[in-house]
């Protein structure tokens, strides 16, 4: 069975041309339509992190490091939700490190 998957997004850019199929119905799923229709809406909602913080520390020497990012996103009505690992088996190579691997942890989440 094959699945179609239609995305209405807000605020489209005006410059977007129509597709092949101009028209959408929703209708009854028949093996005798002529063009696709749309059977069924839900909607999906997700919130993701909005901030990370990672920390390692050295068990031999004693000495930790860590970074913190946040979005940049604008989610006014969101409140901060992180991931927090502070368990990282040993520390960062320096701060930039840190820094760097988190930036691109939050990227993970925010699809950047």
Do not use: C
Request: net charge negative; glycine share 4%.
């Amino acid at each position: 069975m094959f699945e179609h998957f239609f995305r209405l997004t807000v605020g489209l850019d005006q410059s977007v041309s129509a597709g092949a199929q101009t028209t959408l119905r929703f209708h009854r799923a028949n093996a005798t339509e002529a063009s696709d229709t749309v059977q069924a809406w839900h909607e999906v909602q997700s919130v993701l992190p909005n901030a990370v913080a990672l920390a390692g520390w050295d068990y031999k020497t004693l000495v930790a490091t860590g970074a913190e990012a946040s979005s940049r996103l604008p989610a006014p009505d969101v409140p901060r939700l992180e991931i927090h690992d502070a368990a990282r088996p040993y520390r960062f190579e320096s701060d930039e490190a840190a820094r760097l691997r988190t930036d691109l942890a939050l990227a993970a989440y925010e699809g950047t």
